[in-house]
T-cell receptor, first 113, second 116 residues
Framework: GAVVSQHPSRVICKSGTSVKIECRSL??????MFWYRQFPKQSLMLMAT?????????EQGVEKDKFLINHASLTLSTLTVTSAHPEDSSFYIC?????????FGEGSWLTVV | AQTVTQSQPEMSVQEAETVTLSCTYD???????LFWYKQPPSRQMILVIR??????QNATENRFSVNFQKAAKSFSLKISDSQLGDTAMYFC?????????????FGKGTRLSVIA
């Protein structure tokens, strides 16, 4: 079956640095990618939607200059958290969509110290 | 905007018993899709069951079934013969379409504990 690979699964970074999270679809091409954020004991909140080759559309309240999303190919999308702060510590999940099927990555725990 | 409400933050059930998780939603769309996802401690999102709004028949997947009441905008999940491995967070989710840029909207989740 289809597999989505998200890396890193866990990352710790220092405040002020940037960290990149990759989401790869291993055996299908995803035209649309959704990025979600999940705080502890909370639900998944949509951050942004991206289409291959286009700029991402961000949800209200999500800083586009802080959370850089690149969807340069149909099999790879990246989320870069720039100038990370402790409040950015969270669980980030990618969700590629192809045809009428929704997939999820394994998620990435980000801890900013 | 669509909203999804799960009114039970936590539930528990004895092993082998049946439990029902509640979900209501609000939308003005006539056709849409509803889902239940399981999120175990690993945090991997696992699809439990899916329902298309235009189908009147309730979806079933082995021990999992739904009670879809379109007029009431209710979509409850019934887990029969509960197993210890069913312990997880369960999220109800809605989307108005499976093409284009239509994301899933999630409820706040219900934490289910299956007790031996």
């Amino acid at each position: 079956g289809a597999v989505v690979s998200q890396h890193p699964s866990r990352v710790i970074c220092k405040s002020g640095t940037s960290v990149k999270i990759e989401c790869r679809s291993l055996d299908f091409q995803a035209t649309t990618m959704f990025w979600y954020r999940q705080f502890p004991k909370q639900s998944l909140m949509l951050m942004a939607t991206s289409n291959e080759g286009s700029k991402a559309t961000y949800e209200q309240g999500v800083e586009k200059d802080k959370f850089l999303i690149n969807h340069a190919s149909l099999t790879l999308s990246t989320l870069t958290v720039t100038s990370a702060h402790p409040e950015d510590s969270s669980f980030y999940i990618c969700s590629p969509r192809v045809q009428n099927t929704i997939y999820f990555g394994e998620g990435s725990w980000l801890t900013v110290v | 905007a669509q909203t999804v409400t799960q009114s039970q933050p936590e539930m528990s059930v004895q092993e082998a018993e049946t439990v029902t998780l509640s979900c209501t939603y609000d939308t003005s769309e006539s056709n849409y899709y509803l889902f239940w996802y399981k999120q175990p401690p690993s945090r991997q999102m696992i699809l439990v069951i899916r329902q298309e709004a235009y189908k009147q028949q309730n979806a079933t997947e082995n021990r999992f079934s739904v009670n879809f009441q379109k007029a009431a905008k209710s979509f409850s999940l019934k887990i029969s013969d509960s197993q210890l491995g069913d312990t997880a967070m369960y999220f109800c989710a809605f989307t108005r379409g499976l093409t284009g840029n239509t994301p899933l909207v999630f409820g706040k989740g219900t934490r289910l504990s299956v007790i031996a």
